[in-house]
């Protein structure tokens, strides 16, 4: 999967931070990573229950605003989790049973319960391919407890939780305003572009229109044609 | 919002629970009364990852009643031929477990659960598509059941009738997935997949689906075979066969069904009206984030509704295909 950010959904203060954070080890986020794994998997075991009939499938997750992925793999009794750079031509990737795409916090509110993976899909917010049934597992038992990613996140810091929840506190305000300034000025470069599609699609839907009536019309004289035929040559 | 008279009528709100996790979400959204299945073919909704262990419905049964909540459980497909070990066993679970309503479909499984375990409330599923009082009445007769819940093919006006004619209560689906077909009764999934939800609690088995990314167009594979294409910007739906687009005559298009979920918050009053007794919302498959929302929604449109208002919300994020429809409920097509 190509770290593709191109949708102007996409352009938000989570793009940004990604390309700044391009250069750095991915190290430290995958040690985080695989801890937040650990304690999902014993804070939660009716989650691995639920998950053992997909032993061996590798799942690959794809936040389509970050620089990286996230490869999952399920074993009889544990869950592998690894953060890579997304797009490494060079490197050596056993290919993934199955690939789930979207925006990095649908994907969280997703596995936080606050979003619906059915309405994301729908609406096209998520890409899914490989094997269906597999994913259909692991969405149904993700969903099956209830996972805090933020205190799991938290249990990390040990003594220090409490500043870092200040800390995330004020993160998330931060982002949030960010992302409203950013969708303002999204709406203003593309806001111009955007009427002209719409104007254009009307203009051709009204085309069409005038092109379905013209060919029915072309269907009502040919068959007139045909029956005045008849009548003449009889 | 318009304003009616209030009624001092009762209208349960039956909210869909496919994993524990859900069922607690559903009883502090506010429902009345939360249905579920066991994980294995004995249900309608028998997909991987799915569904409650029998420990894990007596832990939902200790939640939900320490709440007022009641649980109903549907053992609602057909027996399959020569193993109805685990449709037996699911129905004696259920009493031990003393849920407050065993949901079935089966003639042979509702006179096991009626002859040995009398005190058990036996609603009939809509898997039994029982659409008329002279049916109802048998199966009321018969095996003493207490609640019916409609197939979605009859009108408000049909439904206002059956009710004049039968002493048990009337459950009507509310909310969610649409089947073009007569419940119980649809066997198109199972001419290419080998599996039908009325034996196999699947319609369209995720085993037999694949999404294909061509571009930017989603291609929806079922057993192999292409039933849907969306364009970039085109809402998707389920890979059901019944909403499939198929060219015919040249022009593709859907055939069946376009994808569409079942909305009737804006016809409420009339279901009120008509008799009912308790709304269905249709999503054991759907996640947690579903049922928050919709049991919300219709809490407050059930709560509205019983007070004389008529409160429509649309919830197109939830829908397939971002429609809605009250579907036969206003039928116009016959």
Redesign the interface.
Known sequence: MIYQATPAENFTPLLVAGLMIRPLPTAPLDRLLSYIARRIQDNHP?ILE??R?LAGTRFLICPTDLPYEIELVLGEDRVDCHLRRSHQPDTEVTAANVTISGSFLSLV??MD???????L????SL????D??A???????V????IDLRAEILARFGPLKTPAEIFMSAGDRLYHRLARDMSVISRAITGPLSDRCEDLEQENQGLRDRLGRLEQTSVKTRNRLQVLGRKIAS | MTNRTPTTKKLELVCPAGTPAALRVAVDAGADAVYMGFRDETNARNFPGLNFSVDELAEALDYAHERGVKVLLAVNTYAAAGKGDPWITAVDNAARLKVDAIILADVGLLDYAHRTHPELRLHLSVQASASNAATINYYAREFDIRRVVLPRVLTVPEIRAINQQIDIETEVFAFGGMCPMAEGRCSLSSYITGKSPNMNGVCSPASAVSYVQEGRDLKTNLAGFTINKFGPHERAGYPTLCKGRFSTNGDPGYLFEEPTSLNVTNILPELIEAGISALKIEGRQRSKAYVREVVQNFRKSVDAALSGERLIIPMDNLTEGGHNTTGAYNKKWM
Do not use: W, Y
């Not at chain 1, 319960?113 to 309405?119: N, S």
């Not at chain 1, 890409?127 to 490989?130: A, D, L």
């Open positions: 009716a639920r998950l009939p509110d997703m319960g606050k979003q619906d993976g059915d309405g899909f729908f609406s096209r890409t899914v391919t490989g269906t049934e994913l259909l597992t692991l969405r149904n038992a969903d099956s407890d209830d």
